[in-house]
């Protein structure tokens, strides 16, 4: 079957199962969820085996260390995203909630109803546990969803996806609500973004040239973030130890994800009894650091930082530094150069702690913790269909709420405009 025609049967019936789970009770879905965490936990062996034919394609076809490591499922990630489905189970069902009612003059009483997007279609890289997350979120939410997924990843995906058609199956829900699409062909990305008679809304996951792709070609709506250039900033009146922890965890914990800080921002008044020891922590990682011209003066043997290192998502272990005077001049630079991800501030001034808060316009900001924790799965959402920089219609990580519309809903009793 041509690309074409194959993308447009997975429309139909994404589409005529997305009508089914519009009227799913939330113990059905909730049977599913827990059935599918069941299958992934018991088919972990066949899971990792279908994902090492794919680590041995890609460190065969050259994929870098970032890339290999977001392909990796471990044992830890495999638990994890059965743990992310049981987390969604537990979750409050969005569905039919009605909220806001109230009397009008004319005797009808409104209010509003959430209800499902439709059909939403997910295209993202190298990430396996995404295929998990992403079908959990859109079942839980009463979405059908398509699932795209990066050609290096297809043996991990479609063992995931036999774990999901297994617990929708003893559930008794169409296996067509979720959809892995089962081709590389790249055109099959082109058909399902310009499906607006079977696609609702597309969520990209994955690097910034192709999320720049799919939102210029879209003819369907795009929950999006295009990079994660995110900051952490050490205040002067920051505990120093505790900038430390988090500075080091924000940037060492994992190099590879959107949410991992890229640039080091540290008050002039503590640079010099903060950086050296920060700075020798880091090399001792095997992090290459980049500073400006004043870090240079107190970190002599690192690297100048470029105009272009300030705008770069590394991905990487590579670190920009910066000396700023003040919190104003450290909101500058992040406003300047933030991607609008995810800041971090380390201070003991409240009143600090609450400008940054109030000032810094990104989809998270955080006071003396990690930039690690902008998570759905941290934020307790159970898992995220991606982190969205956008103002409408979700921003941040997006869970089940964002995974949804609100209709207005009118009850009278014969009422009749005049």
Same mark, same amino acid.
């Given at each position: 079957?041509?690309?074409?025609?194959?993308?447009?049967?997975?429309?139909?019936?994404?589409?005529?199962?997305?009508?089914?789970?519009?009227?799913?009770?939330?113990?059905?879905?909730?049977?599913?969820?827990?059935?599918?965490?069941?299958?992934?936990?018991?088919?972990?062996?066949?899971?990792?085996?279908?994902?090492?034919?794919?680590?041995?394609?890609?460190?065969?076809?050259?994929?870098?260390?970032?890339?290999?490591?977001?392909?990796?499922?471990?044992?830890?990630?495999?638990?994890?995203? =059965?743990?992310?489905?049981?987390?969604?189970?537990?979750?409050?069902?969005?569905?039919?909630?009605?909220?806001?009612?109230?009397?009008?003059?004319?005797?009808?009483?409104?209010?509003?109803?959430?209800?499902?997007?439709?059909?939403?279609?997910?295209?993202?890289?190298?990430?396996?546990?995404?295929?998990?997350?992403?079908?959990?979120?859109?079942?839980?939410?009463?979405?059908?969803?398509?699932?795209?997924?990066?050609?290096?990843?297809?043996?991990?995906?479609?063992?995931?996806?036999?774990?999901?058609?297994?617990?929708?199956?003893?559930?008794?829900?169409?296996?067509?609500?979720?959809?892995?699409?089962?081709?590389?062909?790249?055109?099959?990305?082109?058909?399902?973004?310009?499906?607006?008679?079977?696609?609702?809304?597309?969520?990209?996951?994955?690097?910034?040239?192709?999320?720049?792709?799919?939102?210029?070609?879209?003819?369907?709506?795009?929950?999006?973030?295009?990079?994660?250039?995110?900051?952490?900033?050490?205040?002067?009146?920051?505990?120093?130890?505790?900038?430390?922890?988090?500075? *080091?965890? =924000?940037?060492?914990?994992?190099?590879?994800?959107?949410?991992?800080?890229?640039?080091?921002?540290?008050?002039?008044?503590?640079?010099?009894? *903060?950086?050296?020891?920060?700075?020798?922590?880091?090399?001792?990682?095997?992090?290459?650091?980049?500073?400006?011209?004043?870090?240079?003066?107190?970190?002599?043997?690192?690297?100048?930082?470029?105009?272009?290192?300030?705008?770069?998502?590394?991905? =990487?272990?590579?670190?920009?530094?910066?000396?700023?005077?003040?919190?104003?001049?450290?909101?500058?630079?992040?406003?300047?150069?933030?991607? =609008?991800?995810?800041?971090?501030?380390?201070?003991?001034?409240?009143?600090?702690?609450?400008?940054?808060?109030?000032?810094?316009?990104?989809?998270?900001?955080?006071?003396?913790?990690?930039?690690? *924790?902008?998570?759905? *799965?941290?934020?307790?959402?159970?898992?995220?269909?991606?982190?969205?920089?956008?103002?409408?219609?979700?921003?941040?990580?997006?869970?089940?709420?964002?995974?949804?519309?609100?209709?207005?809903?009118?009850?009278?009793?014969?009422?009749?405009?005049?």
């Amino acid at each position: 079957m041509e690309v074409a025609a194959y993308m447009q049967k997975l429309g139909q019936q994404a589409r005529e199962a997305s009508r089914v789970l519009a009227r799913v009770t939330t113990n059905n879905k909730n049977t599913a969820l827990l059935a599918i965490a069941t299958a992934i936990r018991s088919q972990a062996d066949g899971l990792k085996t279908a994902n090492q034919q794919d680590l041995q394609a890609g460190k065969a076809k050259g994929l870098d260390a970032a890339m290999l490591d977001r392909l990796t499922l471990t044992d830890g990630r495999i638990e994890s995203m =059965a743990q992310g489905l049981e987390q969604i189970a537990a979750l409050p069902d969005p569905i039919g909630e009605i909220s806001d009612m109230r009397y009008r003059p004319s005797g009808i009483q409104l209010g509003q109803m959430r209800v499902p997007l439709g059909v939403i279609g997910i295209i993202y890289e190298s990430r396996p546990n995404v295929t998990a997350d992403a079908a959990g979120l859109c079942l839980k939410s009463g979405n059908a969803t398509i699932l795209r997924g990066g050609s290096e990843a297809i043996h991990s995906n479609q063992a995931i996806a036999d774990c999901i058609h297994q617990g929708l199956q003893q559930a008794g829900l169409p296996i067509t609500a979720v959809q892995v699409v089962e081709i590389t062909d790249r055109e099959a990305v082109g058909q399902l973004i310009t499906m607006p008679e079977y696609v609702d809304v597309v969520v990209p996951r994955g690097g910034k040239s192709l999320i720049e792709r799919i939102s210029h070609d879209a003819r369907v709506p795009v929950i999006k973030h295009l990079d994660g250039i995110c900051h952490v900033y050490v205040d002067v009146e920051a505990d120093l130890t505790m900038a430390q922890e988090i500075a *080091f965890n =924000a940037k060492c914990h994992r190099y590879g994800v959107c949410n991992a800080m890229e640039t080091l921002l540290v008050h002039a008044d503590i640079a010099n009894e *903060f950086l050296p020891a920060m700075a020798k922590r880091f090399i001792s990682e095997g992090v290459e650091l980049r500073g400006c011209n004043k870090t240079l003066h107190i970190l002599p043997d690192i690297n100048v930082a470029t105009d272009a290192d300030w705008d770069t998502e590394y991905l =990487a272990p590579i670190l920009s530094i910066k000396i700023v005077t003040d919190v104003d001049d450290a909101m500058l630079h992040i406003y300047q150069h933030s991607s =609008a991800h995810t800041e971090s501030i380390v201070t003991q001034n409240y009143d600090t702690a609450r400008r940054f808060l109030q000032e810094v316009d990104s989809s998270s900001v955080l006071v003396n913790a990690s930039t690690r *924790f902008a998570d759905g *799965f941290e934020y307790g959402l159970g898992a995220e269909i991606g982190i969205s920089t956008d103002k409408l219609h979700a921003r941040g990580p997006v869970g089940l709420n964002g995974l949804t519309s609100q209709k207005w809903i009118v009850f009278g009793s014969g009422q009749i405009r005049t």
